[in-house]
Each structure stands twice: as C-alpha cells, then as structure tokens.
C-alpha cells in the first residue's frame, strides 16, 4: 500500500447556527487516510458523520461554519480554498458517493448527460469523448450495454444500477480522493455485496484513498483498514479495523459491537445488545465525555476534560487505559465479517 497521505485533517469542527444557539455538529475531528486505504467512519444516525464528508468536499449548508487546524488534500489546502477552487476540485481531484441512489441523480437528464457533464468542463474533452469515458466507465461497474444505459433517463433503472451510476460519475475524472456517503444502505443484501466488492477492486486498481460512512459494523470489516467510530460530533475511537474489534478501547465501540448477533453464538431469540439512552443535544457549552450518561463504566471524572489516549497505532478518548475484554472478541470479529460477505 502506498505510503503518501492523501486526506489530512486536524482538528475539523462545524457549528451550526440554530435558534437555541449554535449546534456543535462536528467536534474536533482529526484522521489521515493514505493512497489506496478505505477509512471507514462508523456511527449511529446523527452522530456527524455526514457532516464532516460534507465539511471535506465544501458542500456545508450557508448556516453552517467550518473551522480546521489542517484539511490537506495531497498538498492541496481546502481549509482555505475559495469556491473557484473547491470547484475546480471536486469532481476532478476529489469525488463524492451520496446517499440514496434512488434521488441522488437528477430526473430530468439521461445518465450520459449527468456522466459526461463534468468530465468535459474538467477535462476538456469531445462530447465524443466524454461518451466513450462515460461507456468506459460503465462497462467497468458492470453495467452492460453501455450505449443504451447513456440514453436512458435514472426512473428507467433499478437501485443497484444507479448506485452503479453514481460509482462511476465518481471516477469519472480519475479522483485522489473518494468519499462514499453509505452507498449500499438503500441496496438489498445481494446488491450490497456486490458494490461493496466493486468499491474494494476499483480502489485496489486504482489506488483511491477512499472514506467509507456506514453505521453497518458488517460492511466495515469487509472492506476497512482503518476505521474511526464516531459519537456526538467527536472520533471516540480510531485504530486498524483487526484490532478495534478484537480489542475496543472505548466503552461506545463496545456496546456498538455487542448489539451485533454472532452466527454461532447468539441463540435464536436471545436478546441482542442494547446501548441505553440518548445522544446528548449538541448545543451549547459542552464538557466532559458526551457517552457519560449511557456508560456502564462512568466515574464522577468523566464529567471534566477527556483527553485523548494513544498507543502505536491506536487512539480513544476514555479516562480508561483499557476496557475489559470480551470473551468473545474473536467470535464476534469472525460474526462481523461473516455478515458482510
């Protein structure tokens, strides 16, 4: 795997102005994702995930504002980038899967047009030459028939085409820098798999750095090599995927693990793993750790600043050096993954 940092962002935070007061959505965010390595990003809805893919690309709604120690793409500062830049970026240099192929694609063009468009004015290719890319690309996701798919309008294809599609919209320009909103949640299991293996042969031929957003623990240990779990707004935890699920560091990566069933050992109508509570509001002055209330571990310490542990490769935020591990920890890896094949 290629060494180079390709993403580098230190210190990534978006408020949002609300009537109560400004909604703290993205907190103090910090990660590295090298050439031909898949970051996986990991959390319960809400938790800013989404957030901070649209803090990267510079697609924030007006109310929102971003603030970063450091947002580097391959030497390239986005921190402070005008919209000419981040224009002339996207698209060419840095890529976007969004959710939901079922409307993440405009209705009243046909998918040869939404191909073609930005390939051109990036490029500055031939309408000829942008339709043999576009086939290209399309025979490259799977898709056959490529010259009938251009012409076909996105009402006129089932889900797992579409989200075919948007994989290859993405890699139309050749991107650095892909970043896939969730892009096999609206697909069924078959379909999943099947993008999901897509993703990981485009990246391994084509060297992407990629930022994966999922809540499915299944699809992460499929296809990540470093995964960073995320909750209320901060990265809690972040490490290789092998080791965060052999051994999580952090009380919230735990019960996120517990709540999966484990072909083997969870009994049919055994109750699954539950994490108790609700994520705390984000407005306001916020101190301490954001899990306090939901954790099974907390001390009265938990209330004051959490500092950020590190270890080799490992880092969490906790009061706790470690946690006590589970029994199972190689079971429920071995689950895990067998959920996402």
Known sequence: MNSEIALDVQDLSVDIATPPGPLHAVREVSFQVRRGETLCLVGESGCGKSMTSLAIMGLLPKAARRSAARLDLLGE????????????????????IFQEPMTAL?????????????????????????????????GKVGIASAGERLVQYPHQLSGGLRQRVMIAMALMCGPELLIADEPSTALDVTIQAQILRLLADLQKELGIAMVLITHDLGVVARIAHQVAVMYAGQIVESGPAAQLFAEPRHPYTKGLIGCIPVPGH?????????????????????????FVDRCGYSHPNCRNAIPMRRQEERQWRCILERLPVPGRAGAQLAGVQGLAT
């Open 106 to 138: 405009n209705p009243a063009y046909t998918i040869g047009e939404q191909l073609t468009e930005h390939y051109r004015r990036h490029r500055r290719a031939s309408a000829a030459q942008a339709r043999d890319r576009a086939a290209e690309l399309l």
């Open 77 to 96: 500062d986005l921190s402070n980038a005008g919209r000419r830049q981040m224009n002339a970026l996207r698209g060419a240099r840095m890529a976007m």
């Open 266 to 290: 969870t009994r049919p109508g055994e109750t699954l793993g539950t994490i108790p509570g609700i994520v705390p509001a984000l407005t306001g002055e916020l101190a301490g750790c954001a």
